[in-house]
Nanobody
Framework: QVQLVESGGGLVQAGGSLRLSCAAS????????MGWYRQAPGKQRELVAD???????NYADSVKGRFTISRDGFKNTVFLQMNSLKPEDTAVYYC????????WGQGTQVTVSS
């Protein structure tokens, strides 16, 4: 059974940093495409950043230069380093894995106070 477990969310002041982690279990060791999405209250879920099997990264314009996605393929874990956080980054952040189908984590809350 595939499971994604996110961690690292919390409350931070504007300008601060957080590092999210997403550990995938139930799959063999592999660098599968993974990504981070977020959903703010009353808004649709949106892509934040993703990383391909070859390590190519892609970012939403709103986070370019502030967020960095990376992975540890040996541990099937993907990270999201978030710097210079803004109140508009407040959302539930979800991890996604592509492996034949899409798998989603349960989400972790990120709240940025002004």
């Amino acid at each position: 059974q595939v499971q994604l477990v996110e961690s690292g969310g919390g409350l931070v002041q504007a300008g601060g940093s957080l590092r999210l982690s997403c550990a995938a279990s139930g799959i063999p060791f592999s660098n599968r495409p993974m990504g981070w999405y977020r959903q703010a209250p009353g808004k649709q879920r949106e892509l934040v950043a993703d990383i391909t099997s070859n390590g190519i990264t892609n970012y939403a314009d709103s986070v370019k230069g502030r967020f960095t996605i990376s992975r540890d393929g040996f541990k099937n874990t993907v990270f999201l380093q978030m710097n210079s956080l803004k109140p508009e980054d407040t959302a539930v952040y979800y991890c996604k894995l592509d492996w034949g189908r899409q798998y989603w984590g349960q989400g972790t809350q990120v709240t940025v106070s002004s």
